[in-house]
């Protein structure tokens, strides 16, 4: 049954029917040019990496607001166009009266006056699910007015403000925002400069918040001790099914008590760990408490220093008893033995789908049992990108792959392949797309 609890409450289109204008030289992009009929689209207005005049803005406020439209104007996706507090005042009075659902306005330099100008979009909005500030050099002074709107709407879906530097202050509004938000489901906030004791806050919305299901806080700076406030929050939050942690210096101190919420979280379906200081010791605390886990689907352990040694607890802990379906271990320093250990734990393991052992220094004799474990797994993805596997290696591969029709994809740059070899994988893979696309479209 479709959740009607917070639906957008719908206003009156004028009866004149029209159609939109061409803004900009053709930048209103609609959604039937990607296959979908007119009749079921929205209307966009894209613009990419150009400098907007006050000429295209004058069009842009009065193809927003032209209710005579037939689709009228839903979505407003602006990037890197320079577009200033002044620009951004413009435009948001004109989306205030309009029936905005998607506002992206991302590396615009908005400043504060434009993000006070949002927000009074979002504080009269009824239509608005997503709204998207990454890039534009905010503060926390410049958020605070927009975080209160934030908190009070019924309708926002998704809140991009990744890429700003918030620091502690805006952490706090952050989480304020969230604890108080009923409707907000993915929250990006990469590269925020939260700290540990930003990452204090934002720990207790994660508890406090019962409809978050994604949350990014990649590149954060938090720490062994940030990551333990993140780990506090994870333990009581009982709906979040995605994670991004990504380079935020954890260390294993910082893995061991995350891998503690992790266990008595039921509900998260994909971790991101990249990037994170974690060595073979981590590693165990990690697969000693994801063993039988009943949700965690995707982990990502990529440029982290695995090694043998913790591919080889991989395989002694997870073996048999993982739900995962896609497991990244890019560049983790693996070599030849960790491959082997991978390749013997993928052959118990037939759920996983997707599996990254890009920049390893597996040898051609590793491959051998990649091989073998391929044929009889039921993988789709798979990248040995940058390996030093050699022309037989690569043959071994291609008929794995060859005997397995579920894989769909197969990267092998960087290694010894010759061009005979290369020729063929994307001649098969390039089939095998056009025959699940056939198999789809029946």
């Not at 926002?156 to 403000?161: A, D």
């Not at 952490?171 to 700290?195: E, H, V």
């Not at 740059?413 to 390039?430: D, E, F, I, S, Y």
Request: hydrophobic residues 40%.
């Amino acid at each position: 049954m479709a959740d009607t609890a917070n639906a957008p409450v719908a206003r009156k289109r004028s009866s004149a029917a029209g159609r939109p204008s061409i803004v900009a030289g053709a930048l209103i992009r609609r959604k039937h040019e990607t296959g979908l009929d007119d009749n079921d689209s929205d209307s966009k207005i894209e613009i990419a990496w150009k400098f907007i005049d006050t000429d295209v803005i004058d069009k842009i406020c009065e193809a927003v607001s032209n209710t005579n439209l037939d689709p009228l104007i839903t979505v407003v996706d602006l990037t890197d166009n320079k577009l200033g507090p002044q620009g951004m005042q413009r435009i948001a009075a004109t989306m205030e009266h309009a029936y905005i659902t998607d506002c992206a306005v991302r590396f615009n330099e908005v400043g504060r006056d434009g993000a006070d100008a949002l927000a009074q979009v979002v504080e009269g909005s009824q239509t608005l699910t997503s709204l998207d500030l990454r890039g534009n050099k905010l503060d926390a002074l410049s958020v605070k007015k927009l975080m209160r709107a934030v908190g009070d709407s019924q309708t926002l879906r998704t809140l991009g403000m990744g890429a700003n530097d918030l620091g502690f202050d805006g952490a706090a509004y952050i989480a304020a925002a969230l604890s108080r938000n009923a409707s907000i489901t993915n929250a990006q906030l990469w590269k925020c400069g939260f700290g540990p004791d930003g990452a204090e806050h934002i720990s207790a919305a994660l508890s406090h918040n019962h409809h978050i299901v994604n949350m990014d806080l990649w590149s954060n700076r938090l720490g062994v001790q940030g990551t333990c406030h993140i780990a506090k929050g994870l333990k009581h939050n009982k709906v979040l099914t995605k994670l991004s942690l990504g380079e935020n210096r954890m260390g294993d101190a910082g893995l061991a008590e995350l891998a503690k919420a992790v266990k008595a979280n039921h509900t998260l379906q994909s971790l991101d760990l990249r990037s994170n200081q974690i060595t073979q010791q981590g590693v165990e605390d990690l697969v000693k408490s994801v063993k039988g886990h009943p949700s965690l689907k995707e982990l990502s352990l990529a440029n982290n220093n695995v090694g043998p040694e913790g591919a080889a607890l991989i395989q002694q802990h997870l073996q048999g008893s993982s739900a995962l379906t896609a497991l990244d271990l890019w560049n983790c320093k693996l070599q030849s033995a960790g491959a082997v250990s991978i390749a013997e734990w993928l052959t118990h393991n037939p759920r996983l789908l997707s599996l990254n052992l890009a920049m390893n220094n597996i040898d051609t004799t590793a491959v051998k049992h990649l091989g073998t474990a391929i044929e009889n797994s039921n993988i789709e993805f798979l990248d040995l990108v940058m390996n030093n596997i050699n022309a037989d290696g690569a043959e071994g591969i291609l008929s794995a792959v060859e005997a397995n029709p579920s894989v769909q994809y197969l990267s092998l740059q960087g290694n010894t392949v010759n061009r005979m070899t290369q020729k063929k994988v994307v001649a098969l893979l390039q089939e095998r797309k056009k025959s699940k696309k056939d198999r789809e479209a029946a």
